[in-house]
């Protein structure tokens, strides 16, 4: 269902040359939103709700598009991936931060970038749908590239203990990458189904869901699994871990609270549609999504505290900047709303009239 589900949402151009109807992918400095959203990223002021500045400025670019969660660096640059379309290569740009000036672009691989690069060491990782990480340096030029069996779809991670990256492939394995030279440290065994979300750390162990509806806690020295927890889903989203508790969803609607340290269930409730995306923890509540288009506030007993419902499906994680909660969805024309932490609409982006 959800390879059919990314199939049309993801992959399928529209007729006429115009770019994929993707879900929006999003970050934010607290002051500024970058929206990478079909054939544009957007910066946004976050007091207001109005557009600063596109990439690119002038019009839109038919084989162009974006989906990957822009990323901020250092030195006020962003990066964001573009889909491979109507025959384009897809590219890694690097843009400024404050003008959305291109100051260049990585061109070595060969799919869609599905997945936000990882900065870390002074490196950039890079997930590609071709099945391989690319290491660049922070001007774009590649260092080395580790291959897989499968697509990536989900960002490496790391920790700062270790001088690693760990990439969890469709390939039904987890890797781990020394982060200097690429050479694999290990390879988890098949863990029984794709890995579509990045893993989570905590204390020496990664948490993983998988399409095999687990959630597996993993020894991150050595790619072992510690612990299993079923779900009645397919564990697309990626995990949250607050107060001894690891907090996910599933695509059966079901929002869980793990023990991180022995897997058991806290509790669990019930949502009307897939959860697709890793829930936001964030001044004692826990804020999640699903593709039904409605957005919940639970508390960290799982008790509601209110829900909206927005006028496309949300897919993409909700992230909070100040008194903010910010959710991006697939309404061509409003792809970002702002909330304040009671549920209260503040304003909408609209891009009717730009």
């Not at 060969?110 to 870390?120: M, V």
């Not at 020496?204 to 079923?230: C, H, N, P, R, Y």
């Not at 929002?255 to 022995?262: F, H, K, M, P, S």
């Not at 509540?285 to 927005?310: F, N, S």
Request: aromatic share 12%.
């Amino acid at each position: 269902m959800i390879l059919l589900l990314l199939s049309v949402i993801l992959l399928s151009a529209c007729s006429g040359g115009q770019a994929v109807v993707s879900w929006p992918g999003l970050t934010t400095d607290g002051k500024v939103a970058y929206l990478a959203f079909n054939q544009f990223v957007y910066a946004i002021d976050l007091s207001n709700g109005q557009q600063i500045w596109r990439f690119p400025a002038d019009k839109a670019v038919s084989n162009l598009s974006f989906y990957a969660p822009p990323v901020l660096i250092s030195d006020n640059q962003i990066l964001v991936g573009s889909f491979a379309q109507n025959g384009a290569k897809p590219r890694l740009y690097n843009l400024n931060a404050a003008t959305g000036q291109q100051n260049w672009v990585f061109e070595g691989a060969s799919n869609h970038f599905i997945a936000s690069p990882l900065i870390a060491n002074d490196n950039i990782y890079a997930a590609n749908a071709d099945g391989n990480v690319y290491a660049l340096n922070m001007n774009g030029t590649e260092r080395w590239k580790f291959s897989t069996k499968r697509s990536i779809w989900a960002s490496p991670a790391t920790n700062e203990a270790c001088d690693c990256i760990y990439v969890a492939s469709m390939d039904h394995s987890l890797y781990a990458l020394d982060a200097q030279t690429g050479s694999q440290r290990w390879k988890s065994p098949d863990l029984g189904g794709a890995l579509a979300s990045a893993p989570a750390y905590k204390d020496g162990v990664l948490f993983q869901g998988t399409s095999d509806k687990q959630m597996l806690a993993i020894d991150a020295g050595t790619g072992k699994t510690i612990w299993s927890f079923e779900t009645a889903g397919w564990v697309w989203s990626g995990a949250a871990i607050e107060d001894g508790n690891l907090y996910f969803g599933d695509l059966e609607g079901n929002l869980y609270a793990v023990d991180v340290q022995t897997g058991k269930q806290v509790w669990t409730v019930k949502a009307d549609g897939a959860i697709l995306s890793k829930p936001l923890v964030y001044k004692d509540l826990i804020y999640y999504t699903t593709e039904t288009a409605h957005i919940y506030a639970v508390d960290k007993a799982g008790k509601p505290q209110w829900q909206q419902e927005t006028s496309g499906k949300v897919y993409a994680p909700v992230l909070a900047a100040g008194d903010l909660i910010l959710v991006t969805q697939t309404d061509v024309n409003n792809p970002l709303i702002a909330y304040n932490q009671e549920g209260s609409l503040k304003w909408t982006f609209s891009l009717e009239k730009k």
